[in-house]
């Protein structure tokens, strides 16, 4: 019924994802400044596969349920819903994705340094190796055949750089899909520029703190300025930030579409 209160209905709960992430650390923050903390409202830590499945059961049965949501991802293909309005601004408006590397790696190796420092994509075509990959194909393969479907996108990256024969990189990131998406991409173009790459899977602090050390060369997984905010302050002077290589992302609250009466996070209080 929709005239009923939402927070009963769903035991008060946002369901989220791995807590490492950003969008929970925003989420918390939501619910201090939105005053839905203090009637009881909580956030549930999972996993975006587990999110998404309760979601689609949720769907299924049409009955209401409120997510953690963001773009570039194909919750928003796959599903039909919507972000919640956010007059706070608690979790910002657009998004980039940066490209964030060791100090010293322009001297060390220009040639991964030109390509990492030159890579930027878009929604769609991040979206198309994410839905490769959540049909069920090998994240290195969607990479290759993503590749070789975008000749002249690549080209914009690797173009005058010379090959180089076995030098070893590495890098590191989150296990979120947009990140398997834009890491194996990339760490395929520098394959084909003769590189040995490795690509390690952590959580993100752990990822932050690989390139800051220098235990790894390069991460293309930092959502800014809100959601990696905190770890782009902490580590800040420890590593080098070559810019967006994707704008246009979006994180928040989202909830199915046949919600009507819920538009706004302000709307889960009634
Ligand atoms: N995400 C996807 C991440 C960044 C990439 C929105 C789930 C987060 O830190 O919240």
New binding site residues.
């Given amino acids: 019924n929709s005239k009923e209160k939402i927070g009963p209905q769903i035991n008060y709960t946002v369901t989220g ?2 807590a ?7 989420t918390q923050n939501a619910l201090k400044d939105y005053g839905l903390e203090k009637k009881n409202w909580q956030l549930q830590t999972s996993s ?1 596969a587990a999110m998404t499945s309760t979601l689609d059961k949720a769907i299924k049965d049409k009955r209401p349920i409120v997510i ?1 949501g ?1 773009q570039p ?1 194909w919750m928003f293909t796959k599903f039909p819903i919507k972000f919640l309005k956010d007059p706070k601004n608690v979790y910002g408006k657009e998004e980039s ?1 940066h490209t964030i590397v060791r100090q010293g790696l322009k001297s060390d190796m220009p040639e991964a340094y030109t390509i990492l420092d030159r890579f930027h994509w878009n929604p769609t075509q991040m979206s198309a190796v994410m839905l490769k990959v959540n049909n069920g194909m090998d994240p290195q393969k969607a990479a290759k055949q993503w590749i070789k479907a975008n000749p002249d996108r690549v080209n914009e990256w690797t173009k005058g750089v010379k090959k180089v024969h076995g030098k070893s990189i590495k890098m590191t990131y ?1 296990a ?4 398997i998406a834009s890491t194996n991409v990339v760490a395929q173009v520098l394959r084909d520029q003769g590189y040995k790459v490795t690509i390690q899977a952590m959580e ?1 602090q752990p990822m932050w703190a690989s390139v800051a050390t220098k235990a790894a060369d390069a991460q293309v ?1 930092a ?1 800014l300025p809100k ?2 905010g905190l770890f782009y302050k902490d580590y800040k002077g420890k590593f080098v930030d070559l810019g967006a290589n994707l704008h246009g ?1 979006k ?1 928040g609250l989202a909830v199915p579409k046949y919600m009507t009466n819920i538009n706004s996070i302000d709307d889960l209080k009634n």
């Fill in positions: 994802i791995d490492g992430a950003g969008i929970m650390a925003s975006t953690t963001w991802h994705i989150v979120w899909d947009s990140e993100q997984s959502w959601t990696s992302a994180v």
